[in-house]
Structures are given as C-alpha cells and as structure tokens.
C-alpha cells in the first residue's frame, strides 16, 4: 500500500472534526473523498500529508511514518492545497525550477524537469510569463506540475478542479488518469459528482468527521439507491410517505421535485402509479452520486 491511514482523529478544543478515519490506497489506484463543506475532507488530508498533527493515529507513507519520518515520506509525494501558493513575481518556468532545488533536482536536470511538466500541462507557451499574469485555471495546472516534480508516486489532489472551466477540467481529469496509469496512487477530494464518478475507483463519504460509507461509485449507487430515479413534480408533501411505504422505496422533496428511487423489479408500476397521478411533471433517469450523497447525509452537496 502507498498509503496507510490508521484511526485518525482530530481535536480542535473540545471539538472533534476528524472521528476515526482508516483506510488505505494502493498505487495506481485513485480514491475519492466526498463530503459537503465542514466534513473534514482538508483536515484529514492535511494530516496524510504531514501539515495537520493528528490528535490520535498515524499515516504511513510507501512504509514511512509521516511524523517521524517525514522527510522520507515527503519525498515520494506531490501535493495540490486548494490555495494556489505560487510565487506571483517568478516566471512559470522559474516556480518549477525553484521548487525542483527543494528536491535535490538542480542545474540541467532541473530544466528538463520544469520542460517536461509544462508540456504535460498544457503550460508549454507559457513558460515565461509571470505567475501573475495567468488566467485561473493555468495556476491551478501550474501547481499540478509543481506537485510532480519529483515524481511523486503518491499524489494529494484537494479540490484540484474548483473555478475550473469545463474543458480544463477534462484537461485535469486526463492528467489524473495519466497519473493512475503511471502506476501513482492518487488521493481526490471534490465537490463534483461527475468529476468522482469518472475518476475514482473507490470513494469514502465523509459525514461530521467520520466515514459514513465507501466503496466504488457505482457499488454505492446500487446500494444505496439502485439502478434508477423517477423525479416527481407538482406532488403534494403528504402523497409522498404513502407512496414510499406502498412501493418499499425512498425518496424525498429535493428543490421543487421530488426524487424517489426505483425500487427492483417495480419500475414500471411505480411509473404507471405516477403517470395516472402527475402526467406533466415526470422523469426517469439513471441513478447517481448526487443521490447518494442526497440519501446518506439527508442534504445535497451545494445546499451547504
Ligand atoms: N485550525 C482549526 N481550528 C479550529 N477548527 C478548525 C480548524 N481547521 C478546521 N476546522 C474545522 O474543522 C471542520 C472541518 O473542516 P475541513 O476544512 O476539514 O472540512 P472540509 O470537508 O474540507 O470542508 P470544505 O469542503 O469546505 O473544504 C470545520 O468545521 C472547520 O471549521
């Protein structure tokens, strides 16, 4: 394992924000962290990577403790913080040059390095242009490259993609899965559905502190909601438990529709029973991570 996390906790006062977190990763493989605003996503990171001292538990590292043994185990890893921590008054080429001496990487070496990474991120035309004078998105691929510089074979991602355009997204989630073939493990965490869906093999959902469920995304949509959802609209509140208790399903008010699971084996007769009902308001779609995430912390991701 490329990353072993043992009962982590963490104490801010008398507070816990972090309850017991365990798991590991494997190279090459790529886990996801999920959880609304305040579920402790960046405090557990920042103790696997050594920037937050955990209140109880440890974090190995390829078999290196990451308290007592950090700098080894800085040494095989990459890190993307949510800030972007450049330095504004270097070139592009500089930033990566700079922070390659942190790794022994100098000289010569240290060029082709930088060189190398801006191709990789799509930077190459911008390898002399101050830090300051790129857009958003460019910084965020800057410090991707920044992270690999000393090719890390275990990779932190915190909400690498946030005020992202849609197509440096795809550029970003090519890199990842480049990452992953390469053999890196690669640890996300993201407030976009779609982003954990494609990219993770395996996610943990995190609820006040704690690990509420994990598994692969599509083993947790069919666990926890199934294949299906049919959205509901103009149903009145008090029609909805009847309906969930006459078809042995869930569902909830979520916005202005409803949602409701579609229960095994049922699909259809659920669909005829509300088509008779709401003809105008109804749909059926495949089932998500949305859903999930909507049934196990009882409320959506952007309703923080
Ligand atoms: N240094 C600190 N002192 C006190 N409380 C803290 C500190 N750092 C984080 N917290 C609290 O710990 C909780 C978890 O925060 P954390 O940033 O880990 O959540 P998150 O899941 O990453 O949220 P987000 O999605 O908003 O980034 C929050 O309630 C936060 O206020």
Redesign the pocket.
């Known amino acids: 394992m490329v990353l072993q996390a043992d009962d982590l906790w963490k104490t801010?006062?008398d507070?816990s924000?972090?309850r017991g977190v365990s798991f590991s990763l494997a190279a090459g493989e790529v886990l996801g962290f999920l959880?609304?605003?305040?579920?402790?996503?960046?405090?557990?990171v920042g103790m696997l990577y050594g920037a937050v001292i955990p209140s109880r538990g440890q974090v190995t590292v390829d078999g290196f403790n990451v308290r007592s043994q950090g700098r080894r185990a800085r040494q095989i890893m990459g890190v993307v913080t949510?800030e972007d921590n450049l330095d504004p008054d270097f070139s592009v080429f500089d930033n990566l040059r700079y922070f390659a001496s942190f790794y022994g990487i100098t000289g010569r070496a240290a060029q082709q390095r930088a060189s190398e990474l801006l191709e990789q991120v799509g930077l190459g035309d911008y390898a002399r242009h101050r830090v300051d004078q790129l857009s958003g998105g460019l910084k965020r691929r800057l410090v991707l490259a920044r992270a690999l510089i000393n090719r890390p074979r275990l990779v932190f991602l915190d909400?690498p993609t946030t005020g992202l355009d849609p197509d440096a997204r795809q550029d970003f989630w090519r890199l990842v899965t480049q990452l992953k073939q390469a053999g890196c493990g690669v640890l996300l965490?993201t407030?976009y559905m779609d982003e954990a869906q494609r990219l993770c093999d395996r996610l943990l959902l995190?609820q006040k502190?704690q690990v509420i469920n994990s598994g692969t995304p599509l083993d947790l949509i069919h666990s926890t909601i199934g294949e299906e959802v049919i959205e509901v609209d103009g149903m009145q509140e008090e029609q909805l438990q009847p309906l969930l208790t006459q078809f042995q399903t869930w569902g909830r008010l979520v916005g202005v529709h409803y949602l409701i699971a579609v229960p095994p084996k049922r699909g259809d007769e659920l669909w005829e029973y509300l088509s008779d009902r709401h003809p105008a308001g109804l749909s059926r779609r495949r089932a998500n991570l949305e859903d999930v995430f909507l049934r196990l912390t009882g409320h959506s991701l952007d309703e923080n």
């Open positions: 801010y006062g507070r924000v972090v959880g609304a605003n305040g579920a402790g996503k960046t405090t557990t949510q909400e965490t407030h995190l502190g």
